[in-house]
C-alpha cells in the first residue's frame, strides 16, 4: 500500500523559507517512471500543481512558482522535501504531496495535507 | 500556464445526469489524453476519479465517465446521488512537462 504523508511548520513569517517533508511508503524512488509531486489548495479556493521530482531526479516546475521553488528527494531516507524562498500570504494553504504512478499522468493517492500559514 | 477553465458550479435533481467541462489549449488539453478527475468533499483529501480522458480505477462507480473534445474534456455524472455533491477538478499534463489543474466545480444535488 502506498502512503504519503507532510510534515513541516504550520506557520512561516513572510520573506522566510518555507521547507516540508514528505514520507513515502509502498514504492521505491528506483522504479522507472516513478514521481512525486506536490500541489496546494489555498483556503477555499482550487487546487494547483506545484512541481514533481521524477526516479531520476529529473524535475518539472509551475512556471508561476519555479523562481523560488525547488523539490529534491532523499532515497535513503524515503524522502521529498518541497523549498519555498521568500514566502508571502498568498503561499498559505494546504500543501500535498502525491503519488505519480510509473509513466503515468496521474496522481494517486495523495497525502493527507498539511496546513500552512504564512502570516506576521 | 493558466488554469483550466470549469464552471464554478453545477446542480441537478437527484437521478439526474450533470456534466462538468474542463477547457484548455492545445497545449494541454487538447494535446494530450492525459485528463484526469479528483472528486474532493469537504474538509477531505482529493481522490482520483477518471484518469487518462476516460477510465475508473478500480472501486470507482460506473455512474462516473469521462470525454473529451479538442480543447475540452467533460466530466458526467449519471444518476446523481446525494454523495456526490464535492469539488471536482480536473488536471492535464502540458507540453512543457508540467502540469495544471482546473478552477474547481462544486456540484450541488438539489
Known amino acids: 500500500q502506498i502512503t504519503l504523508k507532510e510534515f513541516g511548520p504550520t506557520l512561516v513569517k513572510p520573506t522566510q523559507t518555507l521547507t516540508l517533508t514528505c514520507t513515502v511508503s509502498g514504492f521505491f524512488f528506483s522504479t522507472r517512471g516513478v514521481g512525486v509531486a506536490w500541489v496546494r489548495q489555498p483556503p477555499g479556493k482550487a487546487l494547483e500543481w506545484l512541481g514533481i521530482?521524477?526516479?531520476?531526479?529529473?524535475?518539472d516546475y509551475s512556471p508561476s512558482l519555479e523562481s523560488r521553488l525547488s523539490v529534491t528527494k532523499d532515497n535513503s531516507k524515503k524522502e521529498v522535501v518541497l523549498t519555498l524562498t521568500n514566502v508571502d500570504p498568498v503561499d498559505t494553504g494546504t500543501y500535498f504531496c502525491v503519488h505519480r504512478r510509473s509513466h503515468r499522468f496521474w496522481f494517486d493517492p495523495w497525502g493527507q495535507g498539511i496546513a500552512v500559514t504564512v502570516s506576521s | 500556464q493558466s488554469a483550466l477553465t470549469q464552471p464554478a458550479s453545477v446542480s441537478g435533481s437527484p437521478g439526474q445526469s450533470i456534466t462538468i467541462s474542463c477547457t484548455g489549449t492545445t497545449s494541454d488539453v487538447g494535446g494530450y489524453d492525459f485528463v484526469s478527475w479528483y472528486q474532493q468533499h469537504p474538509g477531505r483529501v482529493p481522490d482520483l476519479l477518471i484518469y487518462d480522458v476516460t477510465n475508473r480505477p478500480s472501486g470507482v462507480s460506473d455512474r462516473f465517465s469521462g470525454s473529451k473534445s479538442g480543447n475540452t474534456a467533460s466530466l458526467t455524472i449519471s444518476g446523481l446521488q446525494a454523495e456526490d455533491e464535492a469539488d471536482y477538478y480536473c488536471?492535464?499534463?502540458?507540453?512543457?512537462?508540467?502540469?495544471?489543474f482546473g478552477t474547481g466545480t462544486t456540484v450541488s444535488v438539489l
Open positions: 521530482v521524477y526516479w531520476d531526479d529529473d524535475k
Open positions: 488536471c492535464s499534463y502540458t507540453r512543457t512537462g508540467t502540469y495544471v
